[in-house]
């Protein structure tokens, strides 16, 4: 079983979300009415309107589990009438709709947030965490209530509805709805296959729900990641 920690304030406020392409790029462009958008500190690109930015002191506990979570500790809050464009990037967005939900999403995934979302910091199991090559301390963010979620993503979403299980290899699932149970499976059923095959251990997300996967980055995502790693 996983365990989870609270990690923000409720916000009571909402916000539209549009995601804009021009020259291979992304960005996210929300639009406010006397509203309020939560983001990740340096997400900002610039603001057009009424805009007022702040940003809350986080607590201790806030601050030891936004670490654990790798996530970032400082989330300004942008309240006003305008609008407020977030960075671009090669890679992609994704917008999560949530309506009295919860889902659990890769660390690093959270851009933005309105409405009465909830984030909080996920611990997966410790076992299933080290078979998966993450280290058995592992944390992901689990965002939950009503609202829009924006995520990143390396390339387009493909939502997936598992009854009974799903199972891949490597880091190609973005997100899963707090239903689906996480586990490490071999793809073999003996042991002496799985050592002839040469496959790797299958993540495994077993039960009734929706995961987001993205199979295939975008070329230029993946052309600069190839850059990055040289």
């Known amino acids: 079983m996983g365990s989870e920690m ?21 960005w996210v462009k929300a639009s406010l009415e006397n509203e309020e958008l939560r983001a990740e500190a340096g997400a900002l690109s610039f603001i057009e309107g009424d805009i007022v930015v702040d940003t809350p002191v986080p607590t201790f506990r ?6 654990l979570a790798e996530e970032a500790l400082i989330r300004p809050r942008y309240r006003g ?31 933005a947030s309105e409405g009465e979302i909830e984030l909080l910091a996920y611990k997966e199991n410790a076992w299933a965490s080290f078979w998966a090559g993450d280290g058995m301390l592992q944390f992901r963010t689990k965002v939950r209530g009503t609202g829009k979620v924006v995520i990143r993503t390396p390339g387009p979403v493909q939502v997936v509805s598992v009854k009974g299980s799903y199972r891949t290899e490597g880091r190609i699932v973005v997100g899963r709805t ?17 050592f002839l095959s040469g496959e790797a251990f299958l993540k495994s997300f077993e039960g009734d729900g929706e995961i987001l996967t993205c199979p295939t980055p975008y070329w230029r995502q993946r052309f600069q990641d190839m850059l990055r790693n040289r």
Not at 6 to 26: K, L, N, Q
Not at 62 to 67: I, M, N, P, S, Y
Not at 90 to 101: I, Q
Request: proline content about 3%; charged content about 30%.
């Open 81 to 111: 009438t305008g609008n407020v464009f977030l960075e671009p990037t090669l890679g992609g967005f994704h917008v999560l709709d949530m309506e009295d939900d919860e889902w659990i999403l890769e660390a690093g995934s959270y851009l």
């Open 178 to 194: 707090g239903s689906l149970k996480y586990r490490v499976r071999r793809p073999t059923r003996r042991l002496i296959d799985y």
């Open 62 to 67: 806030q601050f030891l589990v936004a670490t």
């Open 6 to 26: 609270c990690i923000r304030d409720r916000s009571y406020t909402m916000a539209s979300f549009e995601i804009v392409e021009r020259e291979g790029m992304h």
